[in-house]
């Protein structure tokens, strides 16, 4: 019989909402502690949540509350250092996307986990979306003929909301090869509350190692993933909307998707990597795998060149230009 994971909570801003509702709906777990800076965001969490453990220093939580599983809901820039410093303490950890903002945060917090043997998973919930599932199953069996391209949006900036697309887009489509990618940036400051610089536009031709290929673009502002096969097409929505041409039609078919709560999905995925000793299907390394993309694309802008994977880069590619004055 599966045990109950006692849940620790870090960060208690909007998305700690939608993640608190997966524990909850998640038989296996329990929230028995929250921390945060913000006194007064703690009390609205504790009284909506019905929490009483509440800290303002998550070190202090950890010490203290046999904490199983926490989740990282904290601002992009904070990231590295609380998932190195919560891995020896516990089993697992849900880390809120995007993973870090570069490859040598990444590296170290997968490092960290390893070594801990703690289960580390990034909040790409998206792919447990019904949608996605089955839009990905169509096209790995076929039902759109060979994938003639692929063209892949989403609202800028890349780090904070292309980490969604990305992702999804290997999961579709596997590994990439290479990347050339183009940015264009007019505010040259950081991001007060994440901490990075971000790009107004981007774009990418994108070369997978099955020889596949597709375009990845900013500028349109959609949220959407479009693949053209020799038979038909799929059209899937970040949040899960699919609709789909099969050979010999011509009307657009939405497919019969059992819905589920993808933010539930991806806890109870987390328990099922501890107890299986196995890597969550939304991994640190699958979050460093999209991130490594987008980095890429980044670098690609830099050196003016395609950029065959892996990336040696480690730090973010668009912070050395602008601060070497070359953007």
């Known amino acids: 019989m599966t045990k109950r994971y006692r849940v620790g909570i870090i960060g208690t801003g909007g998305i700690s909402r939608a993640h608190s509702r997966g524990y909850i709906a998640c038989e296996h777990t329990e929230i028995v502690a929250a921390a945060d800076i913000s006194e007064e965001q703690l009390k609205k969490y504790g009284d909506e949540?019905?929490?009483?453990?509440?800290?303002?220093?998550?070190?202090?939580?950890?010490?203290?509350?046999?904490?199983?599983?926490?989740?990282?809901?904290?601002?992009?820039?904070?990231?590295?250092?609380?998932?190195?410093?919560?891995?020896?303490?516990?089993?697992?950890?849900?880390?809120e996307k995007p993973m870090a903002l570069n490859l040598r945060e990444a590296d170290a917090m997968i490092e960290a986990c390893d070594k801990a043997n703690t289960k580390l998973a990034i909040g790409h919930q998206r792919r447990f979306a019904a949608g996605h599932v089955k839009g990905r199953e169509m096209l790995q069996q076929g039902e759109i003929g060979d994938l003639r391209f692929?063209?892949?949006?989403?609202?800028?900036?890349?780090?904070g909301w292309g980490t969604h697309v990305v992702d999804l887009m290997r999961y579709y489509l596997g590994d990439v090869?290479?990347?050339?990618?183009?940015?264009?940036?007019?505010?040259?400051?950081?991001?007060?509350?994440?901490?990075?610089?971000?790009?107004?536009?981007?774009?990418?031709?994108?070369?997978?190692?099955?020889?596949?290929?597709?375009?990845?673009?900013?500028?349109?502002?959609?949220h959407k993933l479009y693949f053209f096969g020799?038979?038909?097409?799929?059209?899937?929505?970040?949040?899960?909307?699919?609709?789909?041409?099969?050979?010999?039609?011509?009307?657009?078919?939405?497919?019969?998707?059992?819905?589920?709560?993808?933010?539930?999905?991806?806890?109870?995925?987390?328990?099922?990597?501890?107890?299986?000793?196995?890597?969550?299907?939304?991994?640190?390394?699958?979050?460093?795998?999209?991130?490594?993309?987008?980095m890429a694309i980044f670098e690609s802008s830099r050196r003016r060149k395609t950029i065959v994977l892996?990336?040696?880069?480690?730090?973010?590619?668009?912070?050395?230009?602008?601060?070497?004055?070359?953007?």
């Open 49 to 95: 949540f019905s929490v009483k453990s509440l800290y303002t220093d998550y070190m202090e939580m950890l010490n203290k509350e046999n904490i199983d599983i926490v989740s990282v809901c904290t601002w992009h820039k904070t990231h590295c250092e609380i998932v190195v410093n919560a891995a020896p303490y516990v089993k697992g950890i849900m880390c």
């Open 150 to 159: 692929a063209w892949i949006s989403s609202p800028p900036p890349l780090v």
């Open 177 to 222: 090869e290479s990347v050339m990618g183009q940015i264009d940036v007019s505010k040259k400051e950081r991001s007060i509350k994440h901490g990075e610089y971000n790009e107004d536009v981007a774009s990418a031709y994108i070369k997978f190692k099955s020889g596949k290929s597709g375009l990845f673009e900013t500028e349109s502002g959609q």
């Open 230 to 294: 020799e038979d038909g097409e799929i059209e899937a929505q970040v949040g899960g909307g699919l609709r789909v041409k099969t050979k010999g039609s011509a009307e657009w078919i939405h497919p019969s998707l059992e819905q589920i709560d993808h933010f539930t999905a991806e806890m109870y995925e987390l328990v099922a990597a501890i107890e299986e000793e196995r890597e969550h299907l939304s991994s640190g390394r699958e979050g460093r795998a999209a991130m490594e993309v987008l």
């Open 310 to 327: 892996p990336l040696e880069e480690k730090e973010h590619p668009l912070e050395l230009m602008i601060e070497a004055g070359e953007i």
